[in-house]
Each structure stands twice: as structure tokens, then as C-alpha cells.
């Protein structure tokens, strides 16, 4: 009975995993974004290999929690997207290491 409860215990911070970051492709839009100040749209479709569709679809959903700040810009007539993380973008992807940094941890092997 006691290896349940402390199965459970360990296990608690998937319960408590953040969904919007979960899903692969906007993981990998957040790992990108968290070791830059800022990367340009077209930098990061063709680092995360999505299309511009998928990812300007996992961007709003990004942008929309607050993750994610959108810049759009002229440059010489040129449209440039710019992204960067928020502090509250910065902040989730932390917790969302530590969480599964903290269950892979407590996994014996």
C-alpha cells in the first residue's frame, strides 16, 4: 500500500502537466523560444520542420495563454514575423521542466 501512495505522490506532477505545452510541436516551439531573445517565423517552421499553417495554428494557441508574443514587421517592404517568449511563457516552460524532470526523477529503472 505504501509503494501506491508514494507512486502516486511522484507521479502527481503529471496530473498538474500544463496541456497547451505538452503537445510536441508547441514544445518545441517553447524549447526554441527559451534559449533566444526572439526567432523569426521562417526560422523556427523550418528548425520544428511544420508548415506555415501548423504553426501559425500552434502559435495562437501559444499566443493566446499568454505564452507567446507575436511582433509583425516591414523590413525593405518584406513582411517578418518575429516570436519570443512572455514571462509568463518563460515562467509555465520552467514548471513544465521541473514537473517532468521531478516524475522522470522519481522512476526507478
Do not use: C, W
Not at 517552421?45 to 501559425?56: K, V, Y
Amino acid at each position: 500500500m505504501d509503494n501506491d501512495r508514494l507512486d502516486r505522490q511522484n507521479l502527481q506532477p503529471l496530473a498538474e502537466i500544463d496541456r497547451v505545452i505538452h503537445e510536441p510541436a508547441r514544445l518545441l516551439i517553447l524549447a526554441y523560444l527559451s534559449i533566444v531573445e526572439s526567432a523569426d517565423f521562417l526560422f523556427l517552421m523550418n528548425q520544428i520542420n511544420l508548415t506555415r499553417g501548423n504553426l501559425s495554428s500552434h502559435l495562437s494557441k501559444l499566443e493566446t495563454a499568454g505564452y507567446v508574443e507575436i511582433k509583425k514587421e516591414f523590413v525593405d517592404k518584406i513582411p517578418r514575423t518575429l516570436l519570443a517568449l512572455t514571462e509568463k511563457g518563460r515562467s509555465a516552460f520552467h514548471q513544465y521542466r521541473r514537473n517532468m524532470k521531478q516524475v522522470f526523477d522519481s522512476l526507478s529503472d
